[in-house]
T-cell receptor
Framework: DTAVSQTPKYLVTQMGNDKSIKCEQN?????MYWYKQDSKKFLKIMFS???????INETVPNRFSPKSPDKAHLNLHINSLELGDSAVYFC?????????????FGPGTRLTVL | AQRVTQPEKLLSVFKGAPVELKCNYS??????LFWYVQYSRQRLQLLLR??SRESIKGFTADLNKGETSFHLKKPFAQEEDSAMYYC????????????FGQGTTLQVKP
């Protein structure tokens, strides 16, 4: 049974479009995250939510808006897509905010902006 | 500033050879250190964390606060160890924020 799932797996779109990526976890975790992996495979945190509350916002452009309708879901909406947004976006979850907890990652969404 | 450095982008060894993937960190407080691994076509997953002091798949990592390092070691590499390895840091307490190194691709040749 999949623990952290993301849809879609691949997303190809034109510059200027608006798109969303969905994430769901069935682990009963309180905390969820979005990470961006660039072309050099560097992983950087973007956002974290704990029980639907925004905890971390890592100076991400406000074209990126996360939304957490409930603690099992954390979606990422991106407005006015730019070429530099092309990357792999990973969702993750952990039991809570305690730093030593394992984070469980989704399979990633490869976004290509043309 | 908090930073994690993995100086090797690619490490290539032969099967049976010892492996050491280097990780150095910069952090003024008490960090929690981790190694995450991504095998081909699989999702990123936790390999080990320093707080557990465990050996997973033959890998160990010791936190050296004096040298601010958390190198990952295995005495005899196996082909199935080929993967991308990320060292990561978070501060103790309730933040959940993981800071990753640049990653090292380990290639184990037959």
């Amino acid at each position: 049974d999949t623990a952290v799932s993301q849809t879609p797996k691949y997303l190809v779109t034109q510059m200027g479009n608006d798109k969303s990526i969905k994430c769901e976890q069935n682990l009963g975790h309180d905390t969820m995250y979005w990470y961006k992996q660039d072309s050099k495979k560097f992983l950087k945190i973007m956002f974290s939510y704990n029980n639907k509350e925004l905890i971390i916002n890592e100076t991400v452009p406000n074209r990126f808006s996360p939304k957490s309708p409930d603690k099992a879901h954390l979606n990422l909406h991106i407005n006015s897509l730019e070429l530099g947004d092309s990357a792999v976006y990973f969702c993750a979850s952990s039991q809570d905010l305690y730093g030593a907890n394992e984070q469980f990652f989704g399979p990633g969404t490869r976004l290509t902006v043309l | 500033a908090q930073r994690v450095t993995q100086p090797e982008k690619l490490l290539s060894v032969f099967k049976g050879a010892p492996v050491e993937l280097k990780c150095n960190y910069s952090y003024s407080g008490s960090p929690e250190l981790f190694w995450y691994v991504q095998y081909s076509r699989q999702r990123l997953q936790l390999l080990l964390r320093h707080i557990s002091r465990e050996s997973i798949k033959g890998f160990t990592a010791d936190l050296n606060k004096g040298e601010t390092s958390f190198h990952l070691k295995k005495p005899f590499a196996q082909e199935e160890d080929s993967a991308m390895y990320y060292c990561a840091l978070t501060r103790s307490g309730n933040t959940g924020k993981l800071i990753f190194g640049q990653g090292t691709t380990l290639q184990v040749k037959p």
